[in-house]
Antibody
């Protein structure tokens, strides 16, 4: 059974940093591209980052580029999202998700909540 | 960036009815479209990719259609477990963007 379990969320002040983790199991983690997607309090879904299966390629939207870094440790079956210079608009539930080839995200974790507030 | 516009934003229907949700892309995305279902308090689940291919385990009462800029998700004979929110998302290159969602409620 495919499982993705996020952790590391919490309350952080504006300008602060936070690192999220996503532990994967039930599939060959190193064979799949992975993403982070967030859902705002208004329930809007926003793609945050994608990393290739081997970790060589990363992709970000302009809204987080230069502030967020996606990485992975295939030996530990774990995906990460390092977030810095956090803003109130980064407040959201953060999900990790697996890519079905390049088609769509076929498995999602349960999410970890990030709140940016003073 | 490609903008995805869903309609309606909310929809009320009864068990057994057939409903259709539409999604419009701001430019041609060919068939690079996915649909997700999200139930209250849960994470999104993939329903359809490549505009019309059902994801594994998705009931056949769901169907996707369209190409280019106009897409639709049709649910035949609504079941109680089908109520929730639905989102479209294009996968025609980055940045991947989602529609604003359609909340399907019980009438």
């Amino acid at each position: 059974e495919v499982q993705l379990v996020e952790s590391g969320g919490g309350l952080v002040k504006p300008g602060g940093s936070l690192k999220l983790s996503c532990a994967a199991s039930g599939f060959t983690f190193s064979s799949y591209a992975m993403s982070w997607v967030r859902q705002t309090p208004e329930k809007r879904l926003e793609w945050v980052a994608t990393i290739s299966s081997g970790g060589s390629y990363t992709y970000y939207p302009d809204s987080v580029k230069g502030r967020f870094t996606i990485s992975r440790d295939n030996a530990k079956n774990t995906l990460y999202l390092q977030m810095s210079s956090l803003r109130s608009e980064d407040t959201a539930m953060y999900y990790c998700a697996r890519w079905l080839l390049s088609y769509a995200m076929d498995y999602w974790g349960q999410g970890t909540s990030v709140t940016v507030s003073s | 960036d490609i903008q995805m516009t869903q309609s309606p934003a909310s929809l009320s229907a009864s068990v057994g009815e057939t409903v259709t949700i539409t999604c419009r892309a701001s430019e041609n995305i060919y068939s690079y479209l996915a649909w997700y279902q999200q139930k209250q308090g849960k994470s999104p689940q993939l329903l359809v990719y490549n505009a019309k291919t059902l994801a594994e385990g998705v009931p056949s009462r769901f169907s996707g259609s369209g190409s280019g800029t106009q897409f639709s998700l049709k649910i035949n004979s609504l079941q109680p477990e089908d109520f929730g929110s639905y989102y479209c998302q294009h996968h025609y290159g980055t940045p991947y963007t989602f529609g604003g969602g359609t909340k399907l409620e019980i009438k």
